[in-house]
């Protein structure tokens, strides 16, 4: 047997070892001892495969959930330390595992929380949320989670993707983008937007979250030929003055 064959046999074991420990890994029917032993595994092998069979683990739910959240809680912090080693792109191979998922996100953000800086996360859920439309999708679960983070990411480029959101048809991201816009509180950004979502919005809550952040800003304007739109949808304990600010009643 010559080097290359030797070379190649070494690798070929390898990636069976690891298809191996990543059916254990993601196997809910096995003893919670036997995937926290293929965690261990995966963790010293330290290759972007290994890395790749750790998340894996992010992707199914054990029936126990105080097991689950010990078990993710293990793959999480084993990432983290596998970041150390600088021949190994833990941040790159999350980011590209993140790029073709569509839901369960939140671990691995979690990981790259870690490992990421602010503006470098910044970045990232910005391109996330490019991928997003603001249609009909049977599992909004990915965009959710994005908007939802993007409160805690204060930046003039991330509120004007969420813009995009406040017409999503779903009705819980578009109450989370509004609150994350209103968190980043860009006023020139976001005034015009959310005065048109105020007019068109069925959604009491959204509602009352924009007229709370119009009442708490009077120098946001109601023009003449939107006043009569906005009086019809404003809560009860809100009121449009004639100068145009909406304003809250006195209980």
Same mark, same amino acid.
């Given at each position: 047997?010559?080097?290359?064959?030797?070379?190649?046999?070494?690798?070929?074991? @390898?990636?069976?070892?690891?298809?191996?420990?990543?059916?254990?890994?993601?196997?809910?029917?096995? @003893?919670?001892?036997?995937?926290?032993?293929?965690?261990?595994?995966?963790? !010293?092998?330290?290759?972007? %495969?290994?890395?790749?069979?750790?998340?894996?683990?992010?992707?199914?739910?054990?029936?126990?959930?105080?097991?689950?959240? !010990?078990?993710?809680?293990?793959?999480?912090?084993?990432?983290? +330390?596998?970041?150390?080693?600088? %021949?190994? !792109?833990?941040?790159?191979?999350?980011?590209?595992?993140?790029?073709?998922?569509?839901?369960?996100?939140?671990?691995?953000?979690?990981?790259?929380?870690?490992?990421? %800086?602010?503006?470098?996360?910044?970045?990232?859920?910005?391109?996330?949320?490019? +991928?997003?439309?603001?249609?009909?999708?049977?599992?909004?679960?990915?965009? @959710?989670?994005?908007?939802?983070?993007?409160? !805690?990411?204060?930046?003039?480029?991330?509120?004007?993707?969420?813009?995009? &959101?406040?017409?999503?048809?779903?009705?819980?991201?578009? &109450?989370?983008?509004?609150?994350?816009?209103?968190?980043?509180?860009?006023?020139?950004?976001?005034?015009?937007?959310?005065?048109?979502?105020?007019?068109?919005?069925? +959604?009491?809550?959204?509602? @009352?979250?924009?007229?709370?952040?119009?009442?708490?800003?009077?120098?946001?304007?109601?023009?003449?030929?939107?006043?009569? %739109?906005?009086?019809?949808?404003?809560?009860?304990? &809100?009121?449009?003055?004639?100068?145009?600010?909406?304003?809250?009643?006195?209980?």
């Amino acid at each position: 047997m010559g080097l290359l064959d030797f070379l190649f046999d070494k690798e070929q074991a @390898q990636v069976r070892r690891i298809q191996k420990l990543k059916k254990t890994l993601t196997n809910m029917y096995v @003893q919670p001892p036997e995937r926290k032993y293929a965690i261990q595994t995966l963790r !010293d092998e330290g290759t972007p %495969d290994a890395v790749r069979a750790l998340l894996a683990r992010f992707e199914d739910n054990a029936p126990n959930t105080t097991v689950d959240g !010990d078990e993710k809680t293990y793959v999480y912090e084993s990432l983290v +330390s596998m970041s150390a080693d600088p %021949d190994l !792109d833990v941040r790159g191979i999350i980011t590209n595992y993140l790029r073709g998922r569509e839901e369960k996100i939140n671990w691995p953000m979690k990981v790259l929380t870690d490992l990421l %800086d602010y503006q470098e996360m910044i970045s990232l859920v910005c391109e996330l949320l490019e +991928s997003c439309g603001a249609d009909y999708q049977r599992n909004p679960e990915k965009k @959710q989670e994005l908007v939802l983070r993007s409160a !805690d990411l204060r930046s003039e480029e991330l509120s004007e993707q969420l813009l995009r &959101f406040l017409d999503d048809l779903n009705e819980t991201i578009r &109450f989370l983008a509004v609150e994350a816009l209103l968190k980043h509180d860009f006023k020139d950004l976001i005034e015009a937007p959310l005065r048109e979502r105020l007019r068109e919005e069925e +959604s009491l809550r959204i509602v @009352q979250k924009i007229a709370d952040a119009f009442a708490a800003n009077p120098e946001w304007k109601i023009p003449e030929e939107e006043r009569e %739109d906005v009086e019809a949808v404003l809560p009860n304990e &809100f009121a449009l003055h004639t100068e145009g600010y909406i304003y809250q009643r006195h209980a």
